[in-house]
């Protein structure tokens, strides 16, 4: 079965620097994809970013990125220029191409510090 | 706004109640998840339906269940209700229920077991 680890319950990070969240996997498949996803204190699950596991190129959306090591089954996400309203639980998640569902890792808990 | 609407927001109950929450997926999405989230036990896949036929099932309780009707809104019944079901209960949609489609989530209903 396929698991998601997050080794990192909580992390801090100052306003205007940069935090990097990890995040390892274990899978057997060579088709599936990744996602970070953002739990605000409203509770509500935000996607992040995503990740193709075909696609060497790493993913970017504006101040994310993700650090994407096929071989080391390895997704880091990279938090540029953080900002108070990125504070939140990050999940990383993984989702195979076939009829499986979200398997979710336990979560990282980013405090912003002013 | 991800589209995904639940009901209610926030569920007070006893223990050995019946309640069911409501899920209406985004428009154009066919595949409807149900996560738990529970303090100690992270975000856990419940079941999934793909045009109202259930596609995959996970960590669902006996005295759960869950359809999906012709207009694709999706129902989970939680039964003989104990106080370790206290939680956060998060619908899903995407629009097939495979491939690299994102999962949007609902806000969640908060149910709290008395």
């Known amino acids: 079965a396929q698991t998601v680890t997050q080794s990192q319950p909580e992390m801090s990070v100052q306003e205007a620097e940069t935090v990097t969240l990890s995040c390892t996997y274990d899978?057997?498949?060579?088709?599936?994809?990744l996602f970070w996803y953002k739990q605000p204190p409203s509770r509500q699950m935000i996607l992040v970013i995503r990740?193709?596991?075909?696609?060497?190129q790493n993913a970017t959306e504006n101040r994310f990125s993700v650090n994407f090591q096929k071989a080391a089954k390895s997704f880091s996400l990279k938090i540029s220029d953080s900002q108070l309203g990125d504070a939140a639980m990050y999940f990383c998640?993984?989702?195979?191409?076939?009829?499986?569902?979200?398997?979710f890792g336990k979560g990282t808990r980013l405090s912003v510090i002013a | 706004d991800s589209g995904v609407t639940q009901t209610p927001k926030h569920l007070i109950t006893a223990t050995g109640q019946r309640v069911t929450l409501r899920c209406s997926p985004r428009?154009?999405?066919?595949?409807v998840y149900w996560y738990q989230q529970s303090l100690d036990q992270g975000l856990q896949f419940l079941i999934q339906y793909y045009n109202g036929e259930e596609r995959a099932k996970g960590n669902i309780l006996e005295r759960f269940s869950a359809q999906q009707f012709p207009d694709l809104h999706s129902e989970l019944n939680l039964s003989s209700l104990e106080l370790g079901d206290s939680a956060l209960y998060f619908c899903?949609?995407?629009?097939?229920?495979?491939?690299?489609?994102?999962?949007?989530f609902g806000d969640g209903t908060r149910l709290s077991i008395l």
């Open positions: 990740q193709e596991a075909y696609k060497q």
């Open positions: 899903a949609s995407s629009e097939r229920g495979w491939g690299n489609q994102p999962q949007h």
């Open positions: 998640a993984y989702f195979n191409s076939g009829n499986t569902p979200l398997v």
């Open positions: 428009s154009g999405d066919l595949s």
């Open positions: 899978t057997s498949e060579s088709d599936y994809y």
